[in-house]
């Protein structure tokens, strides 16, 4: 699979160019447009327990899209997120997985499997639904944000602190720890920041700009039902 980033960096899409038969697996509903003669098929992914787990925990949907390329010629499909911003194509070993947050993954290659794992107390207690995706295998994964995308790299030794919200994805293996923001919780209260994550190296780490769940909140509180 060969990945083409359009449109970045603030309505990103990502075009995957496929080889005759070759197939890529993909979040159900991202497909935006395709190349004709492309199979498309919708499974559980890992079946009914794996899949049930990265629906209701992970954030993602219970059906994996599976794409074939036409057998005799190349083909390409448009995947894109719901909302606006840039992409990345992130590269997944053996040696060395990733751990994405709700709703950033895309696609992938075939060879990469996800699954649910435990995000820590602040993606609970910040409204991002307390579990994470785990990517592991070998291959490509292209992942969005909400916003402009930062990749930072963390050398031994180094780290910082973030806003779950502001999450994108980081490397398996990664020291990583949460906290409240302020020593007290009135004063956590009153910063309006709660808990917070604090990441160490040696790793990468991609965040996002804005964050989902601060838009959601603006749009409970100004949207008239929510006044019903």
Known sequence: MQ????????FASARLQLAP???????????AMMSLGVDVAAQMEGGFMKSLGRSMLGGESFFVSTFTAHPQH???????????????????TPERGLVLTRGSWLASDMGVTLDTKWGG?????GGEGGFVVHATGEGQVVVASYGALDRI?????SGFTLDSGHLVA??????????????????TAKSGEGLVMDLRGPGTVWTQTRNPSALVDWLTMV???SRS
């Open 21 to 31: 038969g070759e197939q890529v697996r993909a979040e159900s509903g991202a497909m």
């Open 121 to 125: 107390a602040k993606m609970l207690f």
């Open 170 to 187: 980081y490397e398996d293996g990664m020291n990583v720890t949460t906290r409240k923001v302020a020593r007290k919780w009135m004063q």
């Open 153 to 157: 790299e963390l050398p031994e030794g």
């Open 74 to 92: 190349p083909s390409w499909i448009d995947v894109a997120a719901r909302l606006p911003g840039d992409a990345a194509v992130l590269q997944c």
């Open 3 to 10: 990945v083409e980033l359009r449109h970045a960096p603030s």
């Open 223 to 225: 949207l008239p039902f």
